[in-house]
């Protein structure tokens, strides 16, 4: 028992600075405050805008605040021709591109979007239905294998 008090553990988990690193998400945050200010600066006193603002700004000091955030909302924002870019237009073209960028990396990494290509166990292939399916190339013979995936753990499955 001393032993294993002492013994050093040996952990394939990141910390949560590590992880905040590999998604981002610090870059993430600065960008949306960008935009909260932009949004801010905007006077527009359409409905849909101002739905629009509130929610935004809403939603982005919601996930501020979570331990496990879910960008699902902003990465549907940030899409080319949706909310953002509707009411903002060229201003913050270039920060919606980078939103997008970091929220659509992290949704195809967290959701398994369909059409995803992913690699597992240096095996590649591309996500039919989420959690459900995934033709899996095996680049020894070449030959399409479809295994069902029941649950990957986001450490083991790595989008490209």
Known sequence: ???RFFQKQNSNKISKVDYWKKW???ELFDDLHKAETIINN???NDEAF???KNDFIEELYEIEGDNVADFTKIWEWFKSAKEWELFCGEE???LRTNIFRITDKWKRNQD???GT???LNAEVGVVIEKNQMMIIMDKSVG??????ILKIGVDYLEVF
Do not use: D, R
């Open 24 to 26: 981002e998400l610090f």
């Open 92 to 94: 913050g073209s270039e």
């Open 143 to 148: 030959t399409q294998i479809k295994k069902t």
């Open 42 to 44: 905007i006077q527009n």
């Open 117 to 119: 290509k992913v690699s």
């Open 50 to 52: 101002v739905k629009f």
């Open 1 to 3: 028992m001393f032993k």
């Open 112 to 114: 398994f979007v369909n």
